[in-house]
């Protein structure tokens, strides 16, 4: 879900918006727990993504049985907090995310101070998650409205630049398609180019499949390693033919629509699924975990 690209071995603090907060430490949180105030710490720099959902699976009658709805992508806040007690303790929540049907994304949270709410699907509704009580609050992509419609793409995440990438849908021409937005959202199921192509975003190009002979993944949009371009790759391209299967979005990308498969799941970190057409999301195919990285 390209955890790869986001080590924090291999993170630097600055970027093209933000600079080293506080002594340039940063601490990466990819599940709950309790953490301890350093000593001489009374402010933090807190970056917070809500987790991506899985698509839900629409059963019952006069439903088309392929027919599913995508994840919506997960919301973004980012927050200076200050007042802390050097020694005290605040619960930075990450919840782990599980393999079931329309389950929505985790919310994240750094104690009361800021949180980002995980996207959703359901029969009635797909949303993006979003951010609260931060400096800097973000919703992340929305994905298809029609709950008869298979094969819709997964919202993206949200980020520091902004609201993710909506996933393009079936029958909705380009209107729904996520380009230059802040993530890329992901495309859908069985139509032409480019309405099949992932979404891209102001830094990355999404991925694109229009047939068997031309496959191009989409970009991560984070070459330079920063904390600022977490969260804003392309969108995975959906699946276009038969054998030629969805793709994964990369980076807070959403995954790619399908049918007769698994989709493409959302890419790390709050990237939401793609839609496909089995009732139980496995491992494969699911919305990606939240995120929260302390800054000191």
């Known amino acids: 879900m390209g955890r790869n690209v986001l080590q924090s071995s291999k993170v630097s603090p600055s970027g093209p918006i933000t600079k080293p907060f506080g002594r340039g430490n940063v601490q990466f949180f990819y599940s709950t727990t309790t953490w301890t105030i350093p000593t001489g710490v009374t402010a933090v720099r807190v970056r917070v993504w809500g987790g991506g959902a899985n698509y839900y699976y629409l059963a019952g009658a006069g439903k088309n049985p392929a027919a599913t709805r995508a994840?919506?992508?997960?919301?973004?806040?980012?927050?200076?907090?200050?007042?802390?007690?050097p020694g005290g303790t605040v619960t930075v929540t990450v919840p782990a995310i599980v393999s079931t049907n329309g389950a929505a994304g985790g919310t994240c949270s750094f104690g009361?101070?800021?949180?980002?709410?995980?996207?959703?699907?359901?029969?009635?509704?797909?949303?993006?998650?979003?951010?609260?009580?931060?400096?800097?609050?973000?919703?992340?992509?929305?994905?298809?409205?029609?709950?008869?419609?298979?094969?819709?793409?997964?919202?993206?995440?949200?980020?520091?630049?902004?609201?993710?990438?909506?996933?393009?849908?079936?029958?909705?021409?380009?209107?729904?398609?996520?380009?230059?937005?802040?993530?890329?959202?992901?495309?859908?199921?069985?139509?032409?180019?480019?309405?099949?192509?992932?979404?891209?975003?102001?830094?990355?190009?999404?991925?694109?499949?229009?047939?068997?002979?031309?496959?191009v993944l989409p970009e991560s949009g984070n070459l330079t390693g920063s904390l600022d371009l977490i969260g804003v790759g392309g969108g995975g391209a959906g699946m276009v033919t038969a054998g030629v299967g969805p793709q994964k979005?990369?980076?807070?990308?959403?995954?790619?629509?399908?049918?007769?498969?698994?989709?493409?799941?959302?890419?790390?970190?709050?990237?939401?699924?793609?839609?496909?057409?089995?009732?139980?999301?496995?491992?494969?195919?699911m919305g990606a975990a939240g995120l929260v990285i302390v800054e000191w």
């Open 71 to 85: 994840g919506a992508g997960g919301g973004f806040a980012m927050k200076v907090v200050t007042g802390l007690t």
């Open 112 to 215: 009361a101070h800021v949180s980002a709410t995980g996207g959703s699907a359901s029969s009635s509704s797909s949303t993006g998650g979003a951010g609260s009580s931060g400096d800097v609050n973000y919703t992340g992509g929305a994905t298809n409205s029609d709950n008869t419609i298979a094969g819709a793409g997964g919202g993206g995440v949200a980020n520091l630049f902004g609201d993710g990438g909506d996933g393009s849908v079936s029958g909705s021409g380009t209107s729904n398609r996520a380009t230059n937005k802040a993530s890329g959202g992901g495309g859908q199921y069985g139509a032409a180019a480019p309405n099949s192509s992932g979404g891209s975003s102001f830094f990355a190009r999404g991925g694109v499949q229009p047939n068997t002979a031309y496959c």
């Open 249 to 285: 979005g990369i980076n807070g990308g959403g995954g790619g629509g399908s049918t007769g498969s698994a989709p493409g799941s959302g890419g790390f970190p709050g990237g939401g699924c793609g839609s496909g057409s089995s009732v139980t999301p496995t491992n494969a195919a």
